[in-house]
């Protein structure tokens, strides 16, 4: 059986970590092992269970993420992979958690499909760091520092790179006149169904391409809004 990347959520909302937790486990290589509702308990746990990865909310109720991801830091051992899952979108968050050492940082809400794929270059590059030698050459430095090397994803199955690329042209079109568009406006804009619309979105999602927002209307319920990165 292949070893499982142990994982630490810290989220303060129970139902987000319940959504996390089963975004990771769904991912074959990683288990969660511990919750974190605070900052205090995440720095507990983190020492207590040593895991091989966290997900760090940033808006905690007593200790800041980014205060946590430093602390992190301090702890005795090999340092632990820290992925921000996060609703914080200010430049200035995002370059503190680059200089923790986050190795990925994903905006709140964000799909399955999104975190996994962040998963697998955290695992990769866990792989590369195993078959790395004692001492590096300047190129195997380069290529840790780097990363792994991710292809652009190819539309599931079911959907088309043409179809792809006039979603995204047409996200491009409508978020010119305004903040974001709803999948409903794509598929009004392409012409083809609001199903197959939010498809191609939730894809270049994931790809890295598109934001997803929720709006909240005047019925309660939220309206996912996309718009270009």
């Known amino acids: 059986m292949t070893e499982q990347a142990r994982t630490l959520v810290v989220e303060d909302d129970p139902a987000v970590a319940v959504v996390h937790r089963g975004f990771v486990e769904s991912h074959p290589r ?4 511990g919750e974190a509702r605070n900052g205090a308990d995440a720095l507990q746990l983190a020492s207590a269970l040593r895991p091989d990865l966290i997900l760090l ?4 109720p007593d200790i800041g993420g980014l205060d946590v991801l430093r602390r992190l830091r301090l702890l005795p051992g090999p340092p632990v992979d820290v992925v921000a899952t996060t609703a914080a979108r200010e430049l200035d968050s995002v370059r503190q958690a680059m200089a923790g050492g986050v190795v990925a940082y994903l905006v709140k809400p964000f799909t399955s499909a999104a975190l996994r794929e962040r998963l697998d270059e955290v695992w990769q590059r866990r792989e590369d ?19 792994p090397r991710t292809a652009t994803t190819l539309p599931p199955k ?10 995204q042209e047409a996200l491009g079109r409508l978020c010119g006149t305004a ?30 391409h598109a934001q997803v927002s929720p709006r909240y209307g005047s019925t309660g319920r939220p309206e996912n809004r996309y718009r270009p990165t």
């Not at 030698?133 to 195997?140: A, M, P, V, W």
């Not at 392409?190 to 498809?199: F, K, L, N, P």
């Open 179 to 208: 903040e974001d568009a709803s999948a409903a406006e794509v598929a009004e804009s392409v012409g083809m169904s609001r199903v197959s619309a939010r498809r191609y979105l939730e894809h270049l999602v994931a790809e890295g």
């Open 158 to 167: 079911g959907l088309s790179e043409r179809s792809r690329t006039l979603v």
């Open 129 to 147: 760091v195993r078959r790395a030698q004692t001492t590096l050459d300047q190129d195997e430095v380069d290529q840790l520092l780097a990363g």
């Open 57 to 60: 909310d940033l808006h905690l």
């Open 30 to 33: 990683f288990v969660v092992v």
